[in-house]
Structure formats: structure tokens, C-alpha cells
């Protein structure tokens, strides 16, 4: 006679961070959501480590210090244990490791800005912004320049912060590097991100010639982070804006796609994850952007427009999400409204694994820190798969 035991509950043995996010890569359902935040800024990991200056996330501080004849070895090392401290505290899984300040470095302060190796920046949202870029470029000598191009090799140091946090922590946690040639380095010049989409029309040579240096050494520094131990590699491109990406989907396919798929190619033969960071509605590039090989997705820009529910319908069997907290409620809502927004995005993307929850697009501009905790906190209570949301 068999006996009723009455509901069955399977419970799933506690993951490592590592592992639960190489879950959701795989589009399955690790133990709970993963976390992960794309950059804590210092304002708030401050208040998380207990401390009244940190060096995450605050080139600023530690340009000064190097002006000042700091150790930069001193400086990466302390960077690297505020990564792992702060990932701790927050009890993330996925650890966005920056490039390391390099000795060779020249820096000066002049004016209230930066200089660095020569050229000029300043310190503007928790981002050094060059100054000095051209204003006008002429598309003969771009081409030039760009077709004799051989990518460097990648200076020695780059990789401290990661090595010290792979030698420490690289089978607890999923580490990622950056590294993006197809169109970070075009958004990030905006005098030459303003000739490349008016070459796209009258010059498309130029944009080729540009787009395949700069892919080029992406995916020397892409590999080489590999290397040194880098689980994934986040390529932050922002392709999009507040209503529509830069470029329609036709000119995406001509000239950005096989730059990214290059990237995504070189990144994926060796073993880890192509991942992609974007600000602003990119809805119409998803398509070939997941046919490039990209991974996962990162941002997923609620006040651009982007809908979490309609992205994980039409991708989500192929492309992990990452995101979609809005960022104004962190800042400005109350508890309740950050467990509706937490809600809303496990109902809309979690099932069936493939998610990680995070802001979008990160929280670089917030100084909530409380709320921010609390998303993280109610995301770990009611994240646990199998997931069951009323």
C-alpha cells in the first residue's frame, strides 16, 4: 500500500557564487538568482566596508595618490581586497574586476584636472572623461592610421587586481574583465562617435578600418584577461539611447555585428563568457546581437524603455538577462517599493534560470546605500529557486 508523503520538496545543495552564476549562463536554475552589480559606487562602499575612503571605483582618489608618489602595487592590492570585501558584504557572486593602475603611468594634476601620459581628463560621475579629444577628425588619415594599425602588447600589470583576486577567491567567485573594440571606444569620443555615424553614410571604409583596429586589441586584451583568469569578458558598449539605439538595426548588422562577433568568437574558443553591458533601447539589435554570440546581457534600461518581460519571451532561451531594478527606486523609493521592483523582476525573468538580478543599469549615480542592501537582501529571501511568486 503506498504511503501519502503529501508535496514533494526537492532541496538544492548551496552553490558557490562561481557555480551558481555559471548556472544562469547555461540558462538553468542554480540553487537561488545570482547577484551582481556592475560598479558599487564609492559613495556607498564607504558605508558597506565601514570606512571613510575607499579606492573601488574612485580613480580620482587614487590619481591623487599616485600624483602624490603613492605605491600603485599598494593601491591595486587595496583595490583588489575592497572588491572581495565589498562581494562579501553584499553577498554577491559575480565580481566586475578593474584593469590595475599601471606604474609606468604619468600622472599630474593641472587646473583642477587630470593629466595622464599627456593627455587631459577630468573626474565627472565617478569617470575620468578626456578633455582634449580633437574636434574635428579627417577621414583620410583616420584610415591610415587605422590600416597600419598592430595592436600593442598589453602592458605589464594590467592584470594585478585580477590575478590577486583570482589567487585568493577565483573558484568562489565568477570574475569578468573588460574589454570591447566594436563600440565602446567610439561612444566613449563623442566628437568621434559624431564623424563615425556620419561616415557610416559617406565614408563606410573609414568605420570598417576603425571598428577592426579597435576589435583587434579587444581581443588581445580579452584573451590575455583570460589568461590571467577571467571567467567572462564584459564588453560595455552602450549601443543605445534613451528611445532607440545610435544606428538602425541595417547598420548595426553592416558594421558593428562582425566586430562583436569577432569578440565573442575569440572570447568563447577560450573557455569563457562573452557578456554585454549596454545603456539605452537596444530592443531592435537583440536579434544580432544574440546571433553574434554574445551570452549574456547586461542593463536591460527600464527608463530607456526596455521591457525585462518581452526581452526574456523572445531571448531568454538563449541569452542570460542581467538586470532590471530600476535605479530611481533605489534612490528614491521606500522598502516596500524596492521589494515591488525585485518582485517584478523575478516574475518577468527568473523562471526557467537564465537571470541574475542586478540595477539597470547599475547604480554608479545612487547614494541609497540602504536600499541598495535591501534589494539584495529581500532578492536572496524570495529568490530561491524553485521560484514561487503570487
Not at 598589453?154 to 566594436?182: M, N, V
Not at 564584459?234 to 532607440?244: F, I, S
Not at 523562471?351 to 532578492?379: D, K, P, Q, R, W
Request: hydrophobic residues 40%.
Amino acid at each position: 500500500m503506498p504511503y501519502n508523503l503529501g508535496p514533494l520538496t526537492v532541496r538544492r545543495e548551496p552553490m558557490t557564487p562561481r557555480d551558481r552564476v555559471v548556472a544562469a549562463l547555461k540558462i538553468l536554475e542554480p540553487d537561488r538568482v545570482p547577484l551582481f552589480e556592475l560598479h558599487v559606487p564609492p559613495i556607498m562602499a564607504k558605508e558597506i566596508l565601514k570606512q571613510e575612503k575607499v579606492l573601488m571605483g574612485g580613480s580620482d582618489v587614487c590619481y591623487h595618490l599616485i600624483s602624490q608618489g603613492a605605491d600603485v602595487n599598494e593601491i591595486n592590492r587595496t583595490i583588489a581586497d575592497e572588491c572581495l570585501r565589498c562581494a562579501r558584504a553584499l553577498d554577491l557572486d559575480f565580481i566586475r574586476v578593474p584593469a590595475a593602475f599601471l606604474p609606468s603611468a604619468q600622472v599630474e594634476r593641472s587646473d583642477g584636472d587630470w593629466l595622464i601620459d599627456g593627455s587631459r581628463y577630468r573626474y565627472i560621475s565617478d569617470s575620468m572623461w578626456r578633455l582634449d579629444e580633437p574636434a574635428t577628425y579627417d577621414p583620410d588619415e583616420v584610415l591610415a592610421e587605422a590600416r597600419n594599425y598592430n595592436p600593442p602588447d598589453i602592458p605589464e600589470g594590467t592584470f594585478s587586481i585580477l590575478e590577486r583576486i583570482r589567487d585568493i577567491a577565483k573558484e568562489e567567485y565568477f570574475l569578468s574583465f573588460d574589454a570591447d573594440g566594436s563600440w565602446g571606444p567610439i561612444v566613449s569620443n563623442p566628437s568621434l562617435l559624431r564623424h563615425i555615424l556620419l561616415w557610416m553614410r559617406t565614408r563606410p571604409e573609414v568605420v570598417d578600418a576603425v571598428l577592426n583596429k579597435h576589435a583587434a586589441y579587444a581581443v588581445r586584451l580579452g584573451e590575455a584577461a583570460i589568461e590571467a583568469g577571467a571567467d567572462a569578458i564584459l564588453m560595455c558598449v552602450d549601443y543605445g539611447l534613451k528611445d532607440r539605439p545610435w544606428m538602425s538595426p541595417q547598420m548595426f548588422r553592416r558594421f558593428v555585428k562582425p566586430a562583436l562577433a569577432r569578440q565573442a568568437l575569440a572570447f568563447a574558443s577560450r573557455g569563457a563568457y562573452p557578456i554585454l553591458h549596454s545603456d539605452g533601447n537596444i530592443m531592435s539589435l537583440l536579434p544580432d546581437i544574440v546571433d553574434a554570440g554574445v551570452r549574456a546581457y547586461q542593463g536591460i534600461d527600464v527608463m530607456a524603455g526596455m521591457d525585462l518581460r518581452k526581452v526574456k519571451q523572445a531571448f531568454g532561451d538563449r541569452l542570460c538577462l542581467i538586470g532590471n531594478v530600476d535605479p530611481r527606486v533605489i534612490e528614491f523609493g521606500t522598502k516596500a517599493d524596492v521589494e515591488g521592483e525585485v518582485r517584478r523582476c523575478l516574475k518577468d525573468a527568473a523562471a526557467g534560470g537564465g537571470f541574475m538580478l542586478s540595477v539597470s543599469a547599475n547604480v554608479s549615480a545612487n547614494s541609497n546605500t540602504g536600499n541598495f542592501v535591501h534589494m539584495l537582501e529581500y532578492a536572496k529571501e524570495i529568490g530561491q529557486y524553485p521560484i514561487t511568486l503570487g
